[in-house]
T-cell receptor, first 116, second 112 residues
Framework: NAGVMQNPRHLVRRRGQEARLRCSPM?????VYWYRQLPEEGLKFMVY????????ESGMPKERFSAEFPKEGPSILRIQQVVRGDSAAYFC??????????????FGPGTRLLVL | AQSVSQHNHHVILSEAASLELGCNYS??????LFWYVQYPGQHLQLLLK??????LVKGIKGFEAEFIKSKFSFNLRKPSVQWSDTAEYFC??????????FGDGTTLTVKP
């Protein structure tokens, strides 16, 4: 029973390049969440997606960041024209049905992005 | 909007000492509460969770937490810490609406 998968685990980009982070939710989960963890800080919510829909993107920066969760395949968090301040750990979580009570989000291992 | 406050940024203990990490949240409605642990270089692991019922919940590795509704608190405790408990601990709140809100974390260092 595989957990939440993220790849790559480590990603190095130069300023101005694009970063693509992938997340495959747990089997049977159709809800995906992306969080960012800056050094010395806690996790900050970025975006919540269901298959083919963005449910809540209140934590996403207005520019350069986008996310999708297509009908087939993993969820993608895309950062265009990366800057040094984008260096962080990006965690994906998934859940089965957040409308239920006693719903738990399960986290992936994270992608650590370093922008040179 | 909900928020989570963890009082201690860094805690240093000797092995066998007792641990209590504070967590307070701000939200007027029903909440689900979680404690996660993050070992160096690893991902978040769920320690324990509270949804309803008995306010004293037991988790893995000997950890427990008590939900005190009147104080909006969900403090994490362990009677006797081990060196292997050295990690960062995060308290989180979820309101069944999707996103979780995390505290800034408490770094626990246990000296052997």
């Amino acid at each position: 029973n595989a957990g939440v998968m993220q790849n790559p685990r480590h990603l190095v980009r130069r300023r101005g390049q694009e970063a693509r982070l992938r997340c495959s939710p747990m089997k049977g989960h159709s809800h995906v969440y992306w969080y960012r963890q800056l050094p010395e800080e806690g996790l900050k919510f970025m975006v919540y997606l269901q298959k083919e829909n963005i449910i809540d993107e209140s934590g996403m920066p207005k520019e350069r960041f986008s996310a999708e969760f297509p009908k087939e395949g993993p969820s993608i968090l895309r950062i265009q024209q990366v800057v040094r301040g984008d260096s962080a750990a990006y965690f994906c979580a998934s859940s089965q049905n957040p409308g239920r009570t006693q719903e738990t989000q399960y986290f992936g291992p994270g992608t650590r992005l370093l922008v040179l | 909007a909900q928020s989570v406050s963890q009082h201690n940024h860094h805690v240093i203990l000797s092995e066998a000492a007792s641990l209590e990490l504070g967590c307070n949240y701000s939200y007027g409605g029903t909440v689900n509460l979680f404690w996660y642990v993050q070992y160096p270089g690893q991902h978040l692991q769920l320690l324990l969770k509270y949804f309803s019922g008995d306010p004293l919940v037991k988790g893995i590795k000997g950890f427990e937490a008590e939900f005190i509704k009147s104080k909006f608190s969900f403090n994490l405790r362990k009677p006797s810490v081990q060196w292997s408990d050295t990690a960062e601990y995060f308290c989180a709140v979820n309101t069944n609406a999707g996103k979780s809100t995390f505290g800034d974390g408490t770094t626990l260092t246990v000296k052997p």
